[in-house]
């Protein structure tokens, strides 16, 4: 570290902007608590009731374990992919260079909702019916871009010489690959895995084309959205969501404190 | 570059094999979610022992047991599935696409689609026990070509809803919709096939035969309308919220609506507008070729009993077709929403007609350039 | 080297493959079906091609003048949320220490909630009754509600860049977070000030990070429109929304199909000339 200020502006500007995040977050946790099925000031009284209710919907949980597992799936494909082309962006020269690497970033230029109907189409025509795996395909087209740029960004400059190095020391390319390059990109790749799955747990435009009989969480929201008695539920879910991974969090840095 | 030529020819016949293959491995090996549709077992069977399984493209929120509970009870060892629909659109989009739901449901204003594109079934309503509790106007309403193919369930009805301590003069036409003097309290459902409705209502057009002049006309009102117009609702809550904190006064909207503010004290009324209310049906279908027709007929005659009927009414504030459950109401704020105590209101009421495919495209397509204008 | 080749093949084919079938495919089916007449008959079959669609968008000029405007909206909301967010890759990449991997996923945290539910609530904030009117009006700042901040375009954006700073700031991260601290050590002994070294060190490196965090925002925004449904109200609806449209409401595969290409090749065009501009080259080469 070089200059060290005293934790000053840019300190405060983070916790400024977590605060400003967080706001509209804890306005949901009010109305969770609120007794009233809408959000309108004045509050009607507070109850715990549509926790309760929450868990006595096991369609709402359902749909929560369902994003989960499409999120990781996804987002763990996502990064491999992304990786590999970076891989290939940063360390090899091939003719095809400028095609893969629009292909690859092209995702981020269609609209969800087209690539969704062109999605729906094919797997239509492939009488494949459409289930968590057709949305988790979806979800890996989308998040490749990111994944891709996040590595890439931190592969671009790295110095080839350390791969050239550790060959000229008797290694092949690909121990050299695993024993060098992937551990010096790992925190790229774990940013990258971060966002594949953000982009895909929240995601909705895709799912609710390619959803079958199992929704996800966005999917089963956004539908519940017609019926204003359900929407307490869904705010109490994703309030709950949120802390349990806020606790999650704060107890990996705990641990990682004492280590 | 003939080299890369080669490379990309060969590249790319190598990735659609393995793509077919990859796609057509991944459906053969996707976790099945639902269980294959079986034969229907013959009727001896008694229902409690009845086994199968049924797949329902529906709306969220009707995959609640509240709403299938006969069935759920008369029949407990079969298997339903549900797939969720978005919107009509949704709907029609999947079934055209091959889904394999045996049973779906649409909203009138979509049924003639199904009935050309041969997506549908007849129904065989003597097989049904609770047919004759169905009005006539509604049997009707699930009749395309004279044949019955689709068996209405719920309805309701649209009016203009607003705030009387606001609007204490009242509302009595449709006009209020795009009357300056709401400005910045107006809201208006996001759908190009209502709005073209309302206009016609404003008018006296007849609104199966609307003009390329008349459809002109009606876009420049709409395109003027977004100057008293807050927002589109795209659903209930929205709407709900807005007219609750007393941002939007005067509203295009269902019943639902109207059911939850009166529940909440908010001091709101429902016009009978001098145009006349719309109303609209939800009805059920038996997708063409389905292999569980007669259980989808147990499902539809359980649909139309009387414990999910007075779901529908209690739970969700639609109505049902069963006239039993209709005429049973008590509830103060449901017989207001209802107008049950009016007892001709049905026949001052505009059901919503059977679109063509070419108003479809064309009443969606002026309201695109609505949303799209400078 | 046989081993680097091979090693070529196992990284070149699977994400080929994969693009190949679930991305290139698909798009090509959606080309063809904008030259489709209409949707009357199965979804795939063979159907004589047409510019019926194209010649009715080019017919109504509206269109393009919401494209245009739409990709307006997406270079506002990018610009700002990146110049907002970098701050936070900076904190993140140099004061947090050995926290920053908390500190991030702090950051990202929220965007496990569901994104439309915090629109709401965000529209809530912004509301005639809500925090923002609530308290100045309580501070006698002003008398009667603030309308202007909800419903309309500049809630849109501003919504947009309140959902993107997070997302924006990981790029922005990941590259600062390579830049060899020996430079910094080099730079000082050349006596550069803080400002001095930050503006001819730091940033200029970090410039891969933020124009892939701008064209990460740029890009998908131009086609948003969950955002402007919820809070855009009459006036605020993008391009996406229209598209959006005819694919939901009105079943019109082929027009919401034209529609899409339009879109998609303007986009291309703006990229094609950002890339020409800011040469991005440096990240491939």
């Not at chain 1, 360390?91 to 230029?109: D, E, G, M, S």
């Not at chain 2, 399984?53 to 709306?59: A, E």
């Not at chain 2, 719920?154 to 006009?175: H, M, N």
């Not at chain 3, 909301?77 to 908390?102: C, E, K, M, W």
Request: with cysteine; hydrophobic share 50%; aromatic share 14%.
């Amino acid at each position: 570290m070089s200059t060290r200020r005293a934790p000053s502006r840019l300190t405060g500007y983070y916790f400024g902007l977590i605060a400003l995040l967080y706001l509209p977050i804890a306005i949901l946790f009010v109305f969770s608590i609120n007794a009233n099925t809408t959000l309108s000031f004045p509050l009607r009284g507070l109850t715990l009731g549509w926790y309760k209710n929450l868990l006595e919907s096991g369609a709402v949980l359902r749909a929560a374990r369902n994003s989960l597992v499409v999120a990781a799936g996804s987002s763990a494909v996502a990064t491999a992919l992304g990786t590999m082309v970076a891989l290939l962006i940063a360390r090899y020269q091939f003719r095809a260079k400028r095609l893969l690497v629009a292909l690859a970033v092209l995702p981020l230029i269609v609209p969800f909702v087209v690539l969704a109907v062109a999605l729906l189409i094919l797997f239509s025509a492939l009488h494949v019916d459409r289930s968590l795996w057709t949305i988790g395909i979806g979800h890996t087209v989308v998040a490749l871009p990111y994944t891709l740029l996040i590595v890439v960004a931190r592969l671009a400059g790295f110095d080839p010489n350390l791969e050239e190095a550790a060959m000229d020391l008797g290694a092949n390319y690909p121990t050299t690959l695993r024993r060098i390059v992937l551990p010096i990109i790992a925190p790229a790749m774990v940013s990258a895995w971060l966002t594949a799955f953000t982009v895909s747990f929240d995601e909705f435009a895709l799912a609710l084309f390619l959803a079958g009989t199992e929704p996800t969480f966005p999917v089963y929201l956004f539908s519940q959205l017609r019926f204003a008695n359900r929407l307490p539920i869904m705010i109490a879910l994703a309030v709950l969501l949120m802390i349990g991974t806020l606790t999650l969090v704060f107890i990996a840095e705990r641990v990682r404190r004492v280590e | 570059m003939i080299r890369a030529l080669r490379l990309s020819t060969r590249t790319s016949g190598l990735m659609l094999i393995l793509a077919l293959v990859a796609t057509a491995c991944g459906g053969a090996a996707a976790t099945p979610t639902q269980a294959p549709p079986t034969a229907v077992p013959p009727t001896e069977v008694p229902a409690a022992e009845m086994t199968g399984s049924l797949t329902v493209l529906d709306w969220a929120g009707y995959d609640a047991f509240d709403f299938w509970v006969d069935f759920q009870n008369t029949y407990p060892k079969v298997t339903v599935n549900f797939e969720i629909g978005a919107s009509d659109a949704d709907i029609y989009s999947k079934m055209k696409a091959g889904d394999q739901a045996d049973i779906f449901h649409p909203y009138t204003g979509w049924l003639q689609f199904y009935v050309d594109e041969g997506l549908v079934e007849e129904i065989d309503t003597s097989r049904l026990t609770n047919w004759d509790k169905v009005p006539d106007s509604f049997k009707k309403i699930g009749q395309i070509n004279g044949k019955q193919y689709f068996l209405p369930w719920d309805w309701g009805f649209t009016s203009i809803l607003y705030r009387t301590d606001k609007i204490p003069e009242g509302v009595d036409s449709w006009a209020a919709l795009m009357n300056p003097k709401f400005k910045g309290h107006v809201s208006t459902w996001d759908d190009g096939p209502g709005a073209v409705t309302v206009s016609a209502y404003i008018h006296g057009w007849d609104e199966t035969k609307i003009t390329p002049e008349q459809l002109a006309t009606i876009k420049e009102e709409w395109i003027q309308q977004r100057d008293v117009n807050l927002f589109y609702w795209a659903g209930e809550p929205e709407l709900v919220d807005a007219m609750a904190n007393g941002d939007v006064w005067v509203a295009y909207a269902w019943q639902g609506a109207y059911a939850t503010l009166l529940g909440q004290g908010v001091p709101v009324a429902y016009a009978n507008p001098k145009e006349g209310r719309n109303s609209w049906v939800g009805v059920y279908g038996i997708r063409k070729g389905s292999q569980n027709y007669d259980l989808a007929l147990k499902f539809f005659d359980a649909k139309l009993a009387a414990a999910t009927g007075n779901n529908v009414v209690n739970l969700f504030y639609y109505g049902h077709s069963n006239q039993d459950v209709m005429n049973g109401i008590t509830d103060a704020t449901l017989k207001q929403a209802f107008s049950i105590d009016d007892p001709t209101i049905l026949q001052k009421t505009n059901f919503t007609p059977n679109l063509t495919a070419e108003q479809l495209d064309a009443w969606t397509a002026m309201w695109a350039e609505v949303k799209a204008a400078p | 080297m046989l081993d680097r080749r091979a090693t070529f093949w196992v990284l070149y084919l699977p994400p080929l493959l994969w693009l190949g079938a679930f991305f290139v495919v698909p798009l090509i089916l959606m080309a063809a079906f904008s030259f489709r007449a209409d949707m009357r008959g199965e979804v795939l079959q063979w159907w004589t091609p047409t510019l019926k669609q194209y010649a009715g968008l080019f017919a109504a000029g509206s269109y393009w003048r919401l494209l245009g405007i739409s990709a307006f909206m997406a270079l506002i909301v990018a610009l700002i949320s990146t110049a907002l967010a970098y701050p936070i890759a900076y904190f993140l990449a140099f004061r947090a220490g050995r926290r920053a991997g908390f500190y991030l996923v702090l950051l990202l945290v929220p965007f496990w909630t569901s994104y439309l539910l915090r629109v709401m609530a965000w529209k809530f904030m912004l509301g005639s009754n809500g925090v923002i009117n609530s308290f100045l009006m309580y501070t006698g700042l002003i008398h009667e509600p603030l309308t202007a901040l909800l419903y309309n375009r500049n809630a849109v954006v501003l919504t947009l860049i309140y959902v993107w700073i997070p997302f924006v700031a990981l790029p922005i991260f990941a590259a600062l977070q390579r830049i060899d601290l020996a430079l910094f050590e080099a730079a000082a002994d050349l006596g550069a000030t803080p400002f001095r070294r930050f503006w001819r060190v730091t940033f200029p490196l970090s410039l891969p990070g933020v124009f892939a965090a701008f064209f990460m925002v740029f890009i998908p925004t131009v086609g948003e429109y969950v955002t402007p449904l919820l809070v855009g109200g009459s006036r605020g609806s993008m391009y996406g929304n229209i598209v959006q449209d005819f694919f939901t409401k009105a079943a019109n595969w082929p027009l919401g199909s034209a529609l899409s290409m339009i879109m998609l090749i303007a986009t291309l065009a703006l990229v094609a000339l950002a890339v020409r501009i800011v040469d991005l080259r440096r990240l491939i080469e």
